[in-house]
């Protein structure tokens, strides 16, 4: 006999801010767990990733909205801090946890059960296969029905069971549709302080059409890479999802998209953004947005995921779908392309399969498509694109390169932070197999160290040091800068680390250095506030982010990318006289700009000033 089960589904955020990780399958499950006749509770829980007590807080008050529910079922899909739902599940017999995975998961302690992490081999029998969101819910509805009945949960396809840290793995996951009518739960509590929702994720095609081998990388040479269906072997190295795009017709997935997309309009007040869970969305994306203005979808940003190459190649379809999106008076952007590093040995690493030189010409092209499409197009705006600055195998050498190219390229405008990420690892992709040969794998975390995780929010992953020692100073003396001078000047933070790491190797001297910037910090303010004000006029700052004659290493200009061409500066400029200030000319040398006297007279302008 079947029971009722109070089922908790947790979103957990490691910051609160919106972030790209989608919550649209826990809402699916949450539906598929009502119509099965149990009760079903989403909570969005917002950590605030710097305080530490409030963290605690937001900890406590997951504890007691758990127990405030008496949930049988836990169910997450990306779980960095175990300790409330380990607490809970170890409160009462027969309770238990369920951790959703797209194909990556570690063992938690406390986490029994997995949906997703065995969805079995694709047809060649090469890697394992993409769990789509049908799949997932499919999975998870089979687990419900067994866990109420007391049934074996490892009879149900697609699930499986951590038990002492060792995978017991049941059937291989079936494939399945996305349920329809789409209806999932979007109604949330929230604990912790939450940003305004104003973007939703539409599930399309599952998997990922980069399929290189790394058992043909030099890097992988001789390493045992299964093709049991335990590890996703294709594509990046560091990604699940390769070797395995799931193509359907193109009419049925942009129907499903469309269902989607016109129930989070329906349904969620201040809506703003679509971004499609899609690796190549673009064989679609124009019909996609000319079909929303006839199925009458009010008008939307449509975010989408292109890597590198694929961008540069298929522009012609960009094209479509940006004058797709002109005549329908909307917005498309490439809100996340995985750039990962702009050091070729790293690229290597990470089996990219492209090299610097593609990388920088997927940026330009993205930025030729903003100037001619003004309003229909961005790349930069949302910020979603991957860089991994941080790997086991990263020297200050590597640091360095990457660093000096987006300086070079004013590469910051893309990355959010991107001296906080660095590469994580599980054991069901090639990379861990490379750091495990190479001796990276650590049993828990250095001193100081957590991951990248915690701090952003993803799943719990395997514990790795850095090779080289230098780096791990270079590491430490990074987050140092960063927590003392903030991100404005991260990009020249990472330049000036890399080049100290090259000639100072002991890292006990790194404690004294910050010491040394925060004595200096504390002095130049003592100095600015002994110093008598004199009367300042404000000024509108109109910068320019063009050529230089003197490439000084600390300034931060260097590393802005704006439009610096006439039209572009004259139209700034323009700009900022709508403030009736004097005009400053800043950034950069603007006496070697070769339109440099226009500007001076558009600044001036007919009232002299």
Known sequence: ???????????????????????????????????????????????????????????????????????DVVVVERLFDPVPIQRHVSAAAGRRAVLMSWGDAEPIEGVELVVGLTPGLVRRAVTRRSPSGGELVA??????????????????????RFEGGVLSPGPPGRAAKLPRPFRPVVEHDVIGEAPAITRKFLLGNAGCPYADDPADNPFYRGLPLASDGTLSRLGCAFCHAGGDYQKRDDAEVI??????ARFYQEQVPGLEELVLIDQ?????????????????????RWLFSARADSFVREERRVR???????????????????????????????????????????????RRLRRENDGAFEHARARGHSLILWSPWTTPEDLAESAAAVRAHGLSEVFSELGRNRLRLYRELPIFHAAERDGALAESWDEGDEGAGRRKGYAIEHPWRFLDPRTRGAYALALGLRERLGTETEVAQLAAVAEWTRVARDRARIEPLLAAIDALAARLLAFARGRSRAPTVNAAVVHLAGACDNACVSCANRDRFLEDDRAAVLGRIARAREAGLPIVLAGREPAVHPAFLDLIAAARGDDGR
């Open 1 to 71: 006999m079947s029971r009722a089960l109070s089922v908790a589904f947790v979103l957990p955020y490691g910051e609160p801010r919106q972030s790209f990780f989608p919550d649209v399958i826990a809402e699916l499950c949450a539906r598929r767990a009502r119509d099965l006749g149990h009760e079903a509770n989403v909570v969005r829980v917002y950590y605030d990733g710097r305080d530490r007590a409030r963290d605690a807080a937001v900890r406590s008050e997951l504890g007691a909205w758990l127990a405030a529910r008496r949930a």
């Open 139 to 160: 999975s998870f509805g089979e687990l419900l029905e067994a866990l109420a009945s007391g049934g074996d949960v490892l009879s149900v396809a697609g699930v499986a």
């Open 255 to 260: 129907d499903e998209l469309l269902e989607q």
């Open 280 to 300: 190549h969305p673009l064989r679609y994306l124009a019909r996609l947005i000319e079909s929303s203005r006839d199925a009458g979808l009010r008008p939307t």
């Open 320 to 366: 479509d779908a940006v004058a797709a999106a002109r005549a329908t008076g909307q917005a498309v952007e490439v809100y996340l392309s995985g750039f990962e590093s702009f050091s070729e040995r790293e690229l290597e690493r990470y089996n990219k399969g492209v090299g610097v030189r593609d990388m920088l010409a997927a940026v330009e092209a993205m």
